[in-house]
């Protein structure tokens, strides 16, 4: 009797183990487990979880690469310093940054569906993107009215759009997008003792209905109203100047060399033109879904929006690459390192 009810416990403790480890297995992670108010831990595969960060890195990699060629290209060669390019710089590194900084954060962030940096890390990188953001569309709104002036106003371009009130703009604009940004988190509450969360481990700043109305108007209608009324008038300037030319070069007049200038001009601004249009197309809807908080929109969705905004990032090298001929020849001097030879920098690059 001992013996089978040995064998008894013995097949019971087994058992009971058994059910213990499925139970342990089937029960739900948490961020921090030790923490009653810890967030939940998504559970993902190994696969995906190799195949999830292979991804983020390749189009970190990429964005990064590819504005660095931009970044080269402008600051070396000495054709290219010219005011319009300083900005296209300025822009490329608000690019290359956030591919160096958001996006390999976000990636964590998103994959391991948990924050392990802390509150101060996270509110340095709320700050840090909502300053990449803002720079970015700073930029677009300077390369809009550069070339508004550069087409509606060609006589008066070099006498106030110049490459040193370029700069002064430039860093007047990172510097107000940077006061801005630590603002906006610093007076949400997110470094106070007080900050509170809908669980401890994640990474979000929970602003006032005020500040969202404010960064509604100041970081949104504004610049992309300015940014689009700018650009129809522009577009209407380029059709006009675009369709005079063409009907006196086949009247067979002639054609002055301004008005070859300003037909330049003008495809310039068609191809910046659509740089605007890929960035705002990329970053209107997740910027609309992010002050929204409709119930009806998915964190699914708001993901695959928060990546096409990364995405954009690296696009605009490849735009360049498209229609700048200028860009071609550029990347192939740096990759042959032809850069490095004396005198380089004083290559004409547009012939």
């Not at 979880?49 to 060629?69: D, E, G, H, K, Q």
């Not at 108007?217 to 380029?238: A, D, E, K, M």
């Not at 009907?247 to 070859?260: A, H, P, R």
Request: proline letters at 3%; glycine letters at 4%; one cysteine or more.
């Amino acid at each position: 009797m001992k013996g089978q009810k040995g064998e008894q416990n013995k097949l019971l403790t087994g058992g009971d183990s058994l059910m213990a480890y499925e139970t342990e297995d089937q029960e739900t992670q948490y961020c921090f487990p030790h923490i009653n108010s810890s967030c939940v831990k998504e559970k993902r595969s190994r696969h995906e979880y190799t195949i999830i960060y292979l991804l983020v890195s390749l189009l970190s990699a990429w964005t990064v690469f590819l504005n660095l060629l931009v970044i080269i290209s402008i600051s070396h060669f000495k054709k290219l310093h010219t005011p319009t390019n300083m900005i296209i710089l300025s822009l490329a590194v608000a690019d290359l940054l956030t591919g160096l900084i958001g996006i390999p954060i976000e990636g964590i962030k998103q994959i391991e569906t948990c924050w392990y940096f802390g509150d101060t890390f996270c509110g340095l990188y709320v700050i840090t993107v909502r300053l990449l953001l803002s720079a970015s569309l700073s930029n677009i709104v300077l390369i809009a009215i550069d070339r508004y002036v550069a087409v509606c106003h060609p006589l008066l371009y070099p006498q106030k759009i110049t490459t040193t009130k370029t700069l002064i703009s430039i860093c007047m604009c990172w510097f107000c997008c940077s006061v801005y940004s630590i603002v906006y988190v610093i007076n949400n509450g997110f470094f106070n003792i007080s900050h509170k969360t809908l669980c401890y481990g994640q990474c979000t700043v929970m602003f006032s209905p005020a500040w969202r109305i404010a960064d509604l108007i100041c970081s949104f209608l504004l610049p992309c109203t300015l940014i689009i009324t700018v650009y129809l008038r522009i577009f209407y300037i380029v059709h006009w100047q675009v369709k005079v030319i063409n009907s006196l070069m086949k009247g067979g007049k002639c054609v002055t060399e301004s008005s070859v200038r300003r037909k330049s001009e003008s495809k310039a601004a068609l191809t910046l033109g659509i740089i605007v249009t890929v960035y705002l197309f990329c970053w209107i809807p997740f910027y609309i879904c992010s002050l929204t908080k409709m119930t009806a929109i998915t964190t699914t969705t708001i993901t695959f929006l928060t990546w096409t905004m990364f995405v954009s990032c690296g696009l605009n090298p490849l735009i360049y690459a498209l229609f700048y001929r200028w860009f071609k020849i550029s990347v192939k001097c740096i990759i042959t390192l032809r850069i490095l030879q004396p005198a380089s920098s004083l290559m004409d690059i547009f012939n």
